[in-house]
């Protein structure tokens, strides 16, 4: 059975989503001229948002939560930015853009466990049927690929550094083989087609890798840039997916 995209459900966490995460930033932004309240808030929105699609919509959503948030992501970066708050002051030009990119990508890994969660209020997974193993998304692999992938990631990004010393170009490449791997073991490992959990494991571990480098080594966002962020991006789901594929051919092969 063919699963059609839910408009109405997805629709609605647009609309409500968007509505909150700007009513959230705005709220304390106004007051702080540090923007963690106002990012806090927006992640609050994000998870709203989430918790919409999985709760009104009637089976569990894959496609929803993610054209969802970036559509809530979209439109509240074009409504933000012309806002013009005090939270945000201190954030000019690149830098106010990356950080933003940061948030919106952590914001969609929460608008899916939002969607998780109102799915589960809903009792969808209890309604699952065993003989459509394809219908659903295995979040017990989704969660363990992203923890070997940040694994793998950070021992890589260790030992290349201990190699070439503090230069920034070994995260990347650590981050790009612990992808790989992880979409090759999620598609070798697990039973059925799980292309789509490998890439999602990839796009999930490449945020917080990101987060993680920005925190430890770049919290004032010098090396950061938007261009960077969306590559790393880019080469995480690329490598993920190809990986998962790889799997997937080994485990045919067995």
């Not at 705005?26 to 918790?51: E, K, N, Q």
């Not at 995260?171 to 039973?191: M, Q």
């Not at 960077?228 to 092969?253: N, R």
């Amino acid at each position: 059975m063919t699963k059609t995209f839910d408009v109405k459900s997805a629709g609605i966490s647009v609309i409500v989503g968007t509505a909150f995460v700007v009513l959230l930033t705005w709220w304390s932004g106004t007051d702080f001229r540090s923007p963690v309240f106002p990012f806090m808030g927006m992640l609050a929105g994000f998870i709203i948002s989430g918790l919409l699609v999985g709760f009104v919509s009637k089976e569990e959503t894959i496609a929803e939560p993610g054209v969802a948030s970036l559509a809530v992501g979209a439109l509240s970066y074009v409504i933000l930015s012309s806002m013009e708050l005090k939270c945000f002051s201190m954030l000019q030009g690149d830098v106010f853009t990356t950080n933003i990119l940061l948030v919106i990508f952590n914001g969609i890994i929460l608008t899916f466990a939002g969607a998780w969660a109102g799915e589960k209020f809903q009792g969808t997974f209890e309604k699952k049927n065993s003989e459509e193993p394809g219908e659903y998304l295995e979040w017990g692999w989704i969660i363990s690929g992203t923890i070997l992938g940040i694994t793998i990631s950070l021992i890589v990004a260790n030992l290349i550094l201990k190699v070439a010393g503090l230069v920034y170009t070994p995260f990347f490449l650590a981050l790009v083989l612990g992808l790989f791997i992880t979409g090759l073991v999620i598609g070798w490992k697990s039973p059925g087609i799980t292309v789509k959990e490998a890439t999602l494991a990839g796009f999930i571990t490449t945020v917080l890798n990101l987060d993680i480098f920005k925190l430890s080594l770049d919290p004032e966002t010098h090396y950061l840039t938007t261009t960077t962020v969306i590559v790393a991006l880019a080469a995480g789901l690329v490598s993920s997916y190809i990986g998962g594929i790889v799997g997937e051919k080994i485990q045919a092969a067995n």
